[in-house]
């Protein structure tokens, strides 16, 4: 028989990318899915065809079922009709300086919304049959206590999102222990890929290096561009997760890449992709992106994108998943992920400004 599986947060980055990797692996595959009132399918839309909208006959790969972090009894009903064997909760508000401007839904949806699945797990009595992945973040280790971080690091985390999933991390640990539960943490350090919400800032940087090579932007305003961070290719992670619950007994594991590097450094090679060439001059709030061809400024300092309590450096160390698990953390190194995103969001664009024309 086939295993079955629940991804919370399927329309997400990690959620697309750990539904086609379920797929290869012969899973079935559902989701669930928050109720709009405008299509946010976008990454799944390979997957997922409604007959309805699309009007097309073709058999869906994933079944999506409505529900919410926030609602107990949507998890418990989804739950309960899916029989799942394994659990990957990656629904989350996500966004560190959006959750500083939303602290209370963050805590909802990211601490209480952990423990809503789990709880739900419990009183359905599938605490052994069923297998749960609980997406942590490097967000824990903040003001980082040792470099490199890993499993036995101290968490010191910096923003309403990193404390939200420090309880997220405890609580399942505590249900692990507390009722024998195969609940674990994968504790993940920056992923980045084509799917990247347009927020964040590596997915910022590639599309405004697009926008800018094709003449459709000017500048690229950043926060601190001496942020070190640990930046891995999302492909790459969801494996990861898969093996952490087809590990024999239940642990924590980080999943990084064992290398980290500047927000400058990101940007020069995003540039470098569409052939712009940078030079930065001055310092702090002052730094700048200049075009050595042109000498035109194209990226700027703006303090407006400064965190409220800053996170230096990021760094893990995959050495547990290696050894443990056979995972190889580089699989994807740093240029190549750069050059994926930048690629990717060059036709991006120019699809995009096509069809605006074509429109008018």
Known sequence: MKKVALITGITGQDGSFLAEFLLQKDYEVH????????????????????EW???????????????????????IRIIQMVQPDEI??????????????VPEYTAEADAIGTLRMLEAVRILGLEKKTK??????????????????KETTPFYPRSPYGVAKQYGFWITKNYRESYGMFAVNGILFNHESERRGETFVTRKITLAAARIAQ??????????????????????YVECMWLILQHDVPEDFVIATGEYHTVREFATLAFEEVGITLRWEGEGVDE????????????????????PAEVEQL???????????????????????????????MKFVRKLHLRQELDK
């Open 31 to 50: 989701g669930i899915l928050r109720r709009s009132s405008s299509f946010n399918t976008g990454r799944i839309e390979h997957l997922y065809f409604d």
């Open 53 to 75: 909208v699309r009007d097309m006959r073709q058999k869906r790969l994933i079944n999506l079922h409505y529900g919410d972090m926030t609602d107990s009894s949507s998890l």
């Open 88 to 101: 990957y909760n990656l629904a989350a508000q996500s966004h560190v300086k959006v959750s500083f401007d």
């Open 132 to 149: 749960i992945y609980q997406a942590s973040t490097s967000e824990l280790y903040g003001l980082v206590q040792e470099v490199p971080q």
């Open 215 to 236: 003449g459709f932007q000017d500048k690229l305003y950043l926060g601190n561009l001496d942020a070190l961070r640990d930046w891995g290719y999302a492909k790459d």
């Open 288 to 307: 700048k992106g200049i075009d050595t061809a042109t000498g035109r400024v194209l990226v700027e300092v703006d303090a407006r994108y400064f965190r």
């Open 315 to 345: 760094l893990g160390d995959p050495t547990k998943a290696r050894t443990l698990l056979g995972w190889n953390p580089t699989q994807t190194s740093f240029p190549e992920l750069v050059r994926i995103m930048a690629a990717h969001d």
